[in-house]
């Protein structure tokens, strides 16, 4: 007999009929012969009303103090839920996180999984009773109530899952699966049948809130099959179901996303050495600051301009640790910008497809919308855009992928490549010790690709468009592309492709910049990529810190930065590279699997 853990968010239990309807849903799946986990989350926007009261006492709760208020909103639901089931004739138990065996850090609000006893929970599912597991929550060493982010339901069931070796992991939600973009949004979005791991990762932390991240890196690691359906459902219906293969292997985007209170920081002046980026990111780390399209911009006369964005809610966090480094690294000239948002393309055929950023850049060219910023990762193209065009741009770009149609050629359910392989047993408990640790998989030198720069790129629409075009006509694999806007209204584009293309790429470039009024086009091949793996590289924030500080301390100077959920990417000049690998390798050595 199978474990099934069902998951039901906020909207799914947000009155006593919704909560009987998710209680009948539990005691079908027992009937079909299953020992059955649910998760809930507090009833409908209960979480919300609690941090709204806290905020009526003062603007800096406890941090102890709010987890003890928010985890009360899960407790009411659990309560009420076992009752539901009682009511209907079948045994239920409710347990919060701390009576389970759920142990975290103590980083109240945001703390992780550390480890969950399966003792308790099994005993109950043994004697035939239903476990009602409170989502979100957990205890540290010393018994102190923590929880685990907002919408940490999901990482909740998702983890027990995992520890209980469940058959499955149900996420009942208020929409009927993963859609290629947020239904609310865009009427066009359509309901994906499948979608991968590592797409999801990119759409969830760039603003597709229907599954928390962190829930998808425990699927992957621990091979979690996760069906996201809807609890309003009534036959069942197939939602979307999460695992290793996309929904389509040929489709270069799979959906795309918005997070829309985006600010955008950038520094002039900064001295163009090893160091800089080490300085300024461990500044940003200490203070929690997430920081995402990092832009740098290659030196002129030792100085360099780097830029990046971070939630508008963490602007003034940022601005006053950027101020504190700008004391360190002496004259620097900060400007900021909140009224901007980020559009990205996510999709893991583009890893193998030319053509394919430059179709966004276009769609969005056609509508007049400039592209402030723009940084890539092996699936992903995130575009900065000014907040008011950003709906607008969300849906060219959905509409240019023909996001609203299915594809032709479905991986197959069959498909036996695509089917999750589950840890053996013994993995999973040896790794369950601190089960949310970062693991670095590997790190990798690729010496393969060079560097082409398109300098003094006016701030205006289509000029990406036009470039990155003449690239794609011929038939060239762009790798990476950064792009980010000075206080001069100038821009820089540098984009990587392999060293064989350099010259034809340099030279189907040039004409087109020179048309558009952009500054001299110039090349290196003398460049390396240093790429560290893994899962969970964007929610363990010390990732980019932890290469910079070895780097920086080898004396090798970045010049050029992306990343995503699963790796971050640096260039530095070629006679660096091994040495680099080096630094890098003795860095991690702690953390690699
Ligand atoms: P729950 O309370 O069940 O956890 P959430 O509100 O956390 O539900 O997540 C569901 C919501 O996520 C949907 O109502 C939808 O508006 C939003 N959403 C954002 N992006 C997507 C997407 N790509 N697919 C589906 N839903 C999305
Ligand atoms: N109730 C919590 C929240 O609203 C957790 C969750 O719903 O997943 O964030
Ligand atoms: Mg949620």
Redesign the pocket.
Known sequence: MGIIVQKF??TSVADADKILAAARKAIRTQQQGHQVVMVV??MGK???VLVDLAGQLTSKPPAREMDML?ST??QVSVALMAMAINELGSKAVSLTGGQIGIKTDSSHTKARIQSISTERLRKHLDDGHIVIAA??QGIDEDFNIT?L??????TTAVALAAVLQADACEIYTDVDGVFTTDPRIVAEARKMDRVSHDEILELASMGAGVM?SRSIEFGKKFGVPIHVCNSASFSDEPGTVIDLLPESIDRPVSGVALTKNEAWISLANVPDQPGTMDTLFSKLGGVNVAVDMIVQNVGKGGKAEVSFTVLESDLPATLNAVNDVANELGDIEITSEANVSKVSIVGLGMATQTGVADRMFRAFADEGINILAITTSQIKVSALVRREQAMQALRAVHSEFQLDKPPKDRVSFGDKSAAVQPPSPIDVVARLQRMEDLTIDDIQLDESQGRITVSHVPDTPGIAAEIFEAVAAENIMVDMIVQGTGRDGMANISFTVPKESVSAATEVVRPVAANLECGPVTHDKQIAILSVFGIGIRTHTGVGVRMFQALSRTGINVEMVSSSEMRVNVVVSADRGQAGLKALQAAFDDVIG
């Open positions: 968010g906020g989350s507090a209960n979480t919300d928010l909103g899960e989502g979100f929880t982010g907002r919408g940490g339901s999901d928390h």
